[in-house]
């Protein structure tokens, strides 16, 4: 007995000792320094909103806060969400919740305070994790897997995030803990008094609790909903009608206080509803002629679900994409929760385990059918930052007692796939792309659903170059930077302007194709640089072709990519190019000033399926370009 309290102290004092580093380390971030003077999307909103309530107590957007925001940051509220309220007022329109309890530290702090709430955060989070596996294990094996489920993930990248992520994890993993404690106790009264329980976690006062937290979830992501399954269907099971009863009670009434309050102080109960815009780059009361009403674009949830929908089919996808995508995968990002689902298939199940497996499915579900082209946050988003808030129902899925086993296997895959991540998420938060570029990445499908909110579109260069001729026109999302980005602006002026794209020396360039209507052939234009001999392979779609080319010589040819990816109106069709060698005029020819490392050169010209049922020559005559009403260069840039 006394070790096991030895071995409960030592436990105890790496958490205090772990949670003071990350203490220190939020109180002496250089905050500048660290998001190079620049928020986007949520960060700016966030930062933007806390602000605003940690000095005028208030979520009304006004020009005061746009200033105060320059004073911190250079740039200026890229992407902030705002919408018009009662009164004509305009409001932040993001959830209050997280920018409410962040905004005394950051009263206290300034920016750093967003840090040290995180870090408490962190504490609670590593303690409640310990304090329950010591039901079951030694203190120490139960530091180590709640230290892996948090560190051993990319969870713990959102700590450095200015958004709720990391916050609503919280809130979710606190839910489940008083939910989940008292079933975990072991009914031996010995060996409960020596783990230190307490009359609280044993009563129904900590599920009621946990009905506080979850309304809070919900209020905070709305489909947080699902985690009443558990709270209130256990209850049920055991046939407590009134303790289920009550939960309900206390989760909605409490819910409605938190949507009351929006709508108190905005006039809508739905944040996300209503006239509701994005800005980038001009603010409302920037200047006198800059208003809510002649600046932004609208962004209203009304109707989301109607816009969003798409077939079934592209559910499935997006099932497959949520496990095993490249940028968005949990068996990559999330192992531990992995393994805790590949635990529970092999373990025994009670019906408390059953209720959380229904919650979290339910809870991909709705992410991927109700926002089947964004389910993971966004293009800037690391990983699938949504999945924060259903994450922590995979700690307590497990039937089996877990093991030291689990931890290894977690640490190792955290080696192999993402240690780049955890060494530096800083850098990784801010070129959220980098790391899916390299291997073991680049060997697991890009998700073509997520085409217009992937990590590469953080880098304008990447992101829908155009191609192809009039009225045609295609567009290339590079995934990786072997590609030479075309010069721009008085760049472009320097040297002649070049229609196609250069890959950048002997490697594999890859990218997604789209184009806003089926192409039936591709025209492809292909030059090899100054390498005497040099063989190029092409892969596009299905059409798989590999050619051999003399010095700079040109060749021109027909693929057929089949029938491709369609989303909506895109056909999406995955794209490749790869030269055996390359060549820098500079070095290599006489009066060259091109120091480019060139690899191969090409040019698209797309044929659509409904032109080549009537033109089998191949080349486009104008008279049938002006009878096919094809969408041409409409979209985003």
């Not at 436990?11 to 620049?38: C, E, H, K, Y």
């Not at 992101?463 to 001729?469: C, E, F, L, Y």
Request: aromatic share 16%; net charge positive; with cysteine.
């Amino acid at each position: 007995m006394k070790i096991m309290k030895d071995k409960g102290r030592t436990a105890n004092l790496i958490i205090i000792l772990l949670s003071l580093f990350f203490l220190g380390q939020a109180l002496t971030l250089n905050f500048p320094d660290i998001q190079q003077n620049f928020l986007f999307a949520d960060e700016a909103i966030y930062y933007s909103m806390t602000q605003s309530l940690a000095h005028d107590f208030d979520i009304e957007y006004t020009k005061r806060d746009l200033i105060r925001y320059y004073e911190d940051i250079d740039s200026g509220p890229m992407g902030i969400f705002l919408k018009k309220g009662k009164q004509n007022k305009i409001f932040f329109a993001k959830s209050f919740l997280y920018p409410l309890c962040a905004a005394p530290f950051f009263r206290l702090f300034g920016p750093n305070g967003f840090f040290v709430f995180h870090a408490l955060l962190l504490f609670a989070v590593l303690s409640m994790g310990t304090h329950l596996l010591k039901l079951h294990h030694t203190p120490s094996l139960s530091l180590l897997l709640s230290g892996t489920f948090i560190f051993a993930s990319a969870a713990i990248i959102y700590y450095y995030w200015i958004s709720p992520d990391f916050f609503n994890f919280f809130l979710v993993f606190s839910a489940l803990f008083l939910w989940m404690y008292k079933l975990k106790v072991p009914p031996d009264s010995a060996r409960r008094d020596s783990i230190g329980t307490t009359p609280f976690l044993l009563s129904d006062a900590s599920d009621y609790t946990a009905g506080i937290l979850v309304a809070a979830a919900i209020y905070a992501k709305p489909p947080n909903i699902v985690l009443l399954l558990p709270l209130i269907g256990l209850p049920l099971f055991q046939k407590k009608f009134k303790k289920a009863a009550a939960l309900f009670l206390i989760a909605g009434a409490v819910s409605l206080i938190f949507w009351g309050a929006n709508a108190l102080v905005t006039g809508e109960w739905n944040y996300q509803g209503g006239e509701r815009k994005i800005f980038h780059y001009r603010y409302p009361f920037e200047k006198a002629d800059k208003t809510f009403d002649n600046l932004g674009q609208e962004m209203s949830a009304s109707g989301y679900g109607e816009k969003h929908m798409m077939p079934p089919r592209i559910a499935a996808f997006n099932l497959f994409y949520y496990f095993a995508g490249r940028y968005t995968g949990i068996i990559w990002y999330f192992f531990p929760a992995f393994l805790a689902l590949l635990v529970f298939l092999l373990s025994r199940k009670r019906v408390r385990h059953w209720l959380l497996l229904a919650a979290l499915a339910a809870q991909i579900g709705i992410y991927i059918i109700m926002m089947p082209d964004n389910y993971a946050g966004g293009g800037g988003a690391l990983a699938n930052r949504y999945f924060l808030s259903i994450y922590p129902l995979f700690f307590f899925l497990s039937g089996f007692e877990k093991k030291t086993r689990d931890a290894v296997l977690s640490w190792g895959a955290a080696a192999l796939l993402i240690a780049p991540l955890l060494i530096s998420p800083l850098h990784h938060s801010r070129f959220p792309s980098t790391h899916a570029k390299k291997i073991p990445f680049t060997l697991f499908p890009p998700e073509m659903t997520l085409i217009n909110n992937l990590p590469t579109d953080t880098v304008p260069s990447a992101k829908m170059v155009q191609t192809g001729n009039a009225p045609y026109f295609g567009y290339i999302h590079h995934l990786d930077d072997n590609y030479i980005a075309k010069p721009r602006g008085t760049e472009a002026k320097s040297s002649p302007p070049e229609k196609g794209i250069w890959t950048k020396g002997a490697r594999r360039a890859e990218m997604i194709l789209e184009t806003r209507f089926p192409v039936k052939e591709i025209h492809m234009t292909v030059r090899n640089n100054a390498r005497r001999t040099n063989t190029i392979r092409i892969t596009l779609g299905k059409d798989r072709q590999t050619l051999t080319f003399n010095s700079n010589e040109k060749k021109t040819f027909t693929v057929r990519p089949g029938r491709g990816f369609r989303l909506r109106d895109q056909y999406l069709y995955r794209f490749s190019v790869t030269p055996q060698k390359s060549s820098i005029p500079f070095y290599e020819q006489t009066g060259s000033e091109d120091q480019r490392h060139l690899g191969a050169y090409f040019e698209l010209e797309f044929i659509p399926v409904e032109l080549k049922k009537h033109q089998p020559a191949g080349k486009v005559g104008k008279s049938q370009q002006d009878n096919v009403a094809f969408p041409q260069n409409d979209r985003r840039t």
